[in-house]
Nanobody, 123 residues
Framework: QVQLVESGGGLVQAGGSLRLSCAAS????????MGWFRQAPGKEHEFVAT????????YYADSVKGRFTISRDNAKNTVYLQMNSRKPEDTAVYYC????????????????WGQGTQVTVSS
C-alpha cells in the first residue's frame, strides 16, 4: 500500500511557474512508477507526466512537453512536478498516482492516488 499527498497548488498568472509535490508513505515509492494526471471540470483524467521507479525514464504529454518537468527524491519519498510557462488551459486539479505496471498514460493502470491539488492559471 502507498499513500500519496499532493501539495503546492494555487493561483498563478499565465507564464508563471509552480512546483507541485507528492509525498509518499507506506511501501517505498522508489518501487513504483509515479505519474501526474490532471482533471479539468467536466473532463476525464488527463495524463501529464510519468517517471519510472528504476532508471528514471520520463514521459510527457505533448501538451506539457518542454514546459513541465517530473522528478523524484527517493530519500524524501517525494515526487515533484515543476510547471513553467503556465497557460490558462493548465487549470485543473492535479493528482499524483503510483503504479507497478501497465500503460503509463492510462489512469486505470494506477491503483494508488492522492487527493489532488487545485491549480488555477489566470490569463
Amino acid at each position: 500500500q502507498v499513500q500519496l499527498v499532493e501539495s503546492g497548488g494555487g493561483l498563478v498568472q499565465a507564464g508563471g511557474s509552480l512546483r507541485l509535490s507528492c509525498a509518499a508513505s507506506g511501501r517505498t515509492s522508489s518501487m513504483y512508477t509515479m505519474g501526474w494526471f490532471r482533471q479539468a471540470p467536466g473532463k476525464e483524467h488527463e495524463f501529464v507526466a510519468t517517471l519510472r521507479g528504476s532508471g528514471g525514464n520520463t514521459y510527457y504529454a505533448d501538451s506539457v512537453k518542454g514546459r513541465f518537468t517530473i522528478s523524484r527524491d527517493n530519500a524524501k519519498n517525494t515526487v515533484y512536478l515543476q510547471m513553467n510557462s503556465r497557460k490558462p488551459e493548465d487549470t485543473a486539479v492535479y493528482y499524483c498516482a503510483a503504479r507497478s505496471g501497465g500503460d503509463y498514460s492510462n489512469p486505470a493502470s494506477y491503483p494508488y492516488w492522492g487527493q489532488g491539488t487545485q491549480v488555477t492559471v489566470s490569463s
